[in-house]
C-alpha cells in the first residue's frame, strides 16, 4: 500500500531523516519505534502529506501521493497527531464535523458504531461535553473514535497511548491489532506493550528507518 524510496527530510539545516526507504502492505500493525525527537513524527506527517520531504519519493497503491486531491488522499489515510486539536465545540459536534466535508460526501455516520466506540473508551459521559473540558486522553481518544468511524483505509496515530492508564492502553492496543486485520495502521508507541500486537516494526535511529 505504501512505500516510501529514498526520504529525507531537512529543517532548519539539520538532517531529521535520512534516505528512508521501506514498504507496507495493505493491512498490519506497524510499530514506528524510536527515541524522542528522532524523526516518528515526521515520518507520520510525510505519509498523510502534511509534510514534503527534503528529497524521496512517497507511493500510496503505486502512485505518487502528490498526484492525489490531497484532501480527498487524507481522507483513505487519517492521520491523528498525539494531541490533536478539536477546537472549543461540544464533543458530539467535534465527531460528527468531518462528514459534512465534501471529500467526505461518500461516508455514512454510524450510530451503533459510535456507540460501541464510545462504550469501549469509556466515554459515554464525555459525549456532551465540551472539548475543552476533556483531558488529554480524553481528547485523544475521541480524535481516535472520530478517524475510526470515517474507516480510512489506513491510519497514521502519534503516540495514541501515551494518556492512557494502563488498562486502557492494553484495551487501545487490542482494538488496533484487531482493526489490522483489514486495514493499515502505522504508529509511533512508546510502550514496549506493542511487541505483542504489532505485525512489522520500523525503527528510526541516527535519522535512518530500519524495517523489521
Same mark, same amino acid.
Given at each position: 500500500?505504501?512505500?516510501?524510496?529514498?526520504?529525507?527530510?531537512?529543517?532548519?539545516?539539520?538532517?531529521?531523516?535520512?534516505?528512508?526507504? @521501506?514498504? &507496507?502492505?495493505?493491512?498490519?500493525?506497524?510499530?514506528?519505534?524510536?527515541? /524522542? %525527537?528522532?524523526? $516518528?513524527?515526521? *515520518?507520520?506527517?510525510?505519509?498523510?502529506?502534511?509534510?514534503?520531504?527534503?528529497?524521496?519519493?512517497?507511493?500510496?497503491?503505486?502512485?505518487?501521493?502528490?498526484?492525489?486531491?490531497?484532501?480527498?488522499?487524507?481522507?483513505?489515510?487519517?492521520?491523528?497527531?498525539?494531541?490533536?486539536?478539536?477546537?472549543?465545540?461540544?464533543?458530539?459536534?467535534?465527531?460528527?464535523?468531518?462528514?459534512?466535508?465534501?471529500?467526505?460526501?461518500?461516508?455514512?455516520?454510524?450510530?451503533?458504531?459510535?456507540?460501541?466506540?464510545?462504550?469501549? @473508551?469509556? &466515554?459515554?459521559?464525555?459525549?456532551?461535553?465540551?472539548?475543552?473540558?476533556? /483531558? %488529554?486522553?480524553? $481528547?485523544?481518544? *475521541?480524535?481516535?473514535?472520530r478517524a475510526l468511524l470515517l474507516d480510512p483505509e489506513c491510519l497514521l496515530l502519534d503516540e495514541p497511548t501515551s494518556a492512557l492508564d494502563a488498562?486502557?492502553?492494553?484495551?487501545?492496543?487490542?482494538?488496533?491489532?484487531?482493526?489490522?486485520?483489514?486495514?493499515?495502521?502505522?504508529?509511533?508507541?512508546?510502550?514496549?506493550?506493542?511487541?505483542?500486537?504489532?505485525?512489522?516494526?520500523?525503527?528510526?535511529?541516527?535519522?535512518?528507518?530500519?524495517?523489521?
Amino acid at each position: 500500500m505504501f512505500e516510501l524510496k529514498h526520504v529525507s527530510m531537512e529543517k532548519n539545516g539539520k538532517k531529521i531523516i535520512e534516505n528512508a526507504t @521501506f514498504k &507496507l502492505e495493505y493491512s498490519g500493525l506497524v510499530w514506528l519505534k524510536g527515541a /524522542s %525527537g528522532s524523526g $516518528k513524527s515526521t *515520518i507520520l506527517r510525510i505519509m498523510c502529506a502534511l509534510e514534503k520531504p527534503s528529497s524521496g519519493e512517497i507511493f500510496y497503491k503505486g502512485v505518487s501521493i502528490y498526484e492525489f486531491n490531497i484532501p480527498e488522499f487524507r481522507s483513505k489515510c487519517i492521520y491523528v497527531p498525539q494531541m490533536p486539536i478539536l477546537g472549543q465545540m461540544n464533543v458530539m459536534d467535534c465527531i460528527r464535523l468531518p462528514f459534512s466535508f465534501k471529500f467526505n460526501a461518500n461516508k455514512v455516520f454510524d450510530d451503533k458504531k459510535l456507540n460501541d466506540l464510545l462504550e469501549y @473508551f469509556e &466515554l459515554q459521559d464525555a459525549a456532551e461535553k465540551n472539548i475543552n473540558q476533556l /483531558s %488529554g486522553g480524553e $481528547k485523544l481518544r *475521541i480524535a481516535i473514535i472520530r478517524a475510526l468511524l470515517l474507516d480510512p483505509e489506513c491510519l497514521l496515530l502519534d503516540e495514541p497511548t501515551s494518556a492512557l492508564d494502563a488498562k486502557m492502553e492494553q484495551k487501545t492496543l487490542q482494538l488496533l491489532k484487531s482493526l489490522s486485520e483489514k486495514k493499515l495502521i502505522v504508529s509511533s508507541f512508546h510502550t514496549e506493550s506493542i511487541k505483542e500486537f504489532c505485525t512489522q516494526k520500523i525503527e528510526i535511529k541516527d535519522r535512518y528507518a530500519i524495517a523489521s
